[in-house]
């Protein structure tokens, strides 16, 4: 089982990117899914959340309103659509699945309530 993130790059202040998360070996289509980030130094913390049927979105503070996570269950696949960009949101990114809950609306905002990560993909924002 595999979830490869992808999308992450280099980018200016206002920019936006869109990330991608691809599962492979199963399928999450009945799980939650989410991102995290994590930057140098700091403990890895939620980005966005997003439920089994796209039902329900959670984000982060810090990114309510300029970051969109959605997921198309027909691709094993979530995204994570950023826009104006800060250089406070460098950070390596990963996209997680948690198998544990499945078909409920309710999403872990806790890296330890997901069991399957992705290797992460580094967004740098220049100033």
């Known amino acids: 089982v595999q979830l490869q993130a992808s999308g992450g790059g280099l980018v200016q202040t206002g920019d936006s990117l869109r990330l991608s998360c691809a599962a492979s070996?199963?399928?999450?289509?009945?799980?939650?899914m989410g991102w995290f980030r994590q930057a140098p130094g700091k403990e890895r913390e939620f980005v966005a959340a997003?439920?089994?049927?796209?039902?329900?979105?959670y984000y982060a503070d810090s990114v309510k309103g300029r970051f969109t996570i959605s997921r198309d269950n027909t691709r094993n696949t979530v995204y994570l659509q950023m826009n104006r960009l800060k250089p406070e949101d460098t950070a390596v990114y990963y996209c997680?699945?948690?198998?544990?809950?499945?078909?409920?609306?309710?999403?872990?905002?806790?890296?330890?309530?997901?069991?399957?990560w992705g290797q992460g993909t580094l967004v740098t924002v220049s100033s």
């Open positions: 997680a699945a948690d198998s544990r809950r499945y078909y409920v609306g309710n999403v872990g905002k806790a890296p330890n309530e997901y069991d399957y």
């Open positions: 997003i439920s089994w049927n796209s039902g329900r979105t």
């Open positions: 070996g199963r399928t999450f289509s009945s799980n939650p």
